[in-house]
């Protein structure tokens, strides 16, 4: 299955084809090397990632697919192939028109049985989905390919257990093929001692992309926020529709002055021992009329009996006045759990009468007018109010910090308007 030039590229290898054999010229139109875009090309230097950030059909699953490929003629074994989904790892970095199966002549091509590669010289390739990073424990590689990371269910887990398991060979190495968003992963990968970025917008594929494509959907979003993230490839800290911006977010001064400090808390909806995240902000006015936000103890899982003791912990580290706790979900429970950790913890229960996008505009208008700073370290938090969109999530989860930190600074600088609170 040989790969089709452009139109562009067989005019230019008409022209050259006078000087050359029909066994070069052959040889030529198969040198991946030569047709590739230097970007699409495995950087020099001893890196361990190579991170290649690329816009919607830039040509990054063609680039992953060709370096498996001069691995496997290589005999470097085994490879993993790690797509956001089995299925999407098997459809687009096995399967797809630019994928392994494609890139390889009919007597180099694997075999592929269920999740498994055989390459005729005996080279192996297991295919990995990110959602389920117990598989990742056990097998061990000499490289991998790792498609669409900034979709990754489960990013940060699955890639330290598939780090865990690259260990093989003299020098064990992996691809990282992404639209780039902004997941904590990606940037912490963008900076780590090790990894290569090379970039390459849509607009640099465009010989090989639908002319339809390039003239409506590049036309339409070229300008956007949106269309630098999705054709451009650039890593953007926003999205298009959150309700925070990365430049509304201020730090605090130190020695401010501080008066009146609460501990809010979001309890899980569950008090199972499996129970989702539970978000604990501690924030204290500042002045007369700002806030500041001091401290995120959020975590999980949270069982009811470790989350109220952090909360009462925090509580008392911080001379806190209460805690204030959204009791939707149980109001006796969770005030009952607080008070088995200390009976003598002032509890402000609050109750939401409406969604979590209209809580939280009125406290991120005071963002807007200045009247928060952040203490550094908050980087979690950060990200998750940067990520809270009007579906009242943020990627896809809960913004259990988002939540306590808007119960937190509506009982500062609101005057607990909204939501409707009681005195426990």
Not at 75 to 100: L, N, W
């Amino acid at each position: 299955m040989r790969r089709q030039p452009t139109a562009e590229q067989q005019a230019w290898a008409d022209r050259i084809a006078a000087g050359l054999s029909p066994d070069e010229l052959e040889i030529l139109m198969r040198d991946w090397g030569f047709w590739s875009h230097p970007a699409q090309r495995p950087p020099n230097g001893d890196w361990t990632t190579w991170l290649l950030l690329g816009g919607r059909g830039a040509g990054k699953t063609r680039a992953g697919a060709e370096w498996v490929k001069g691995l496997a003629l290589a005999e470097v074994s085994p490879i993993a192939i790690v797509g956001a989904s089995m299925i999407e790892a098997r459809q687009v970095m096995v399967d797809g028109p630019s994928g392994i199966m494609m890139v390889h002549e009919d007597d180099e091509r694997p075999i592929v049985t269920g999740q498994r590669l055989r390459w005729p010289n005996g080279v192996e390739g297991i295919i990995l989905g990110a959602g389920q990073p117990e598989r990742f424990r056990g097998p061990q590689f000499a490289a991998a390919w790792c498609d669409e990371l900034g979709k990754w269910p489960r990013a940060i887990t699955t890639w330290d257990m598939l780090q865990f398991g690259l260990r093989l060979g003299k020098r064990p190495r992996q691809l990282v093929t992404t639209t780039p968003r902004a997941i904590p992963l990606l940037k912490r990968l963008m900076t780590e001692d090790g990894t290569v970025v090379t970039r390459m917008p849509t607009e640099e594929n465009r010989n090989n992309l639908a002319h339809a494509f390039m003239a409506a959907i590049v036309a339409r979003y070229q300008d956007t926020v949106l269309g630098r993230q999705e054709l451009q490839g650039e890593l953007i800290e926003d999205l298009p529709d959150a309700l925070w911006r990365r430049d509304l977010l201020r730090r605090a001064e130190a020695g401010g002055d501080r008066g009146r400090c609460v501990v809010a808390v979001d309890p899980p909806a569950t008090a199972r021992k499996t129970s989702d995240a539970c978000g604990i902000v501690v924030a204290a006015r500042e002045g007369a009329d700002n806030a500041v936000v001091l401290a995120d103890f959020s975590f999980a899982p949270a069982r009811p009996e470790a989350w109220a003791a952090r909360a009462v912990a925090a509580f008392h580290e911080f001379s806190a006045d209460c805690i204030v706790a959204e009791t939707n979900q149980g109001g006796d429970m969770v005030r009952s759990i607080i008070a088995q950790v200390d009976p003598d913890v002032p509890v402000r229960a609050v109750t939401a009468r409406h969604g979590k996008w209209l809580r939280a505009e009125p406290v991120a208008a005071l963002y807007a007018n200045g009247r928060v700073t952040h203490v550094a370290g908050l980087t979690a938090l950060e990200d998750e109010m940067c990520a809270f969109g009007p579906d009242g999530l943020a990627e896809g989860h809960s913004p259990d910090r988002v939540d306590a930190l808007v119960w937190a600074l509506t009982e500062l600088l609101l005057g607990r308007a909204e939501p409707r609170v009681r005195v426990v």
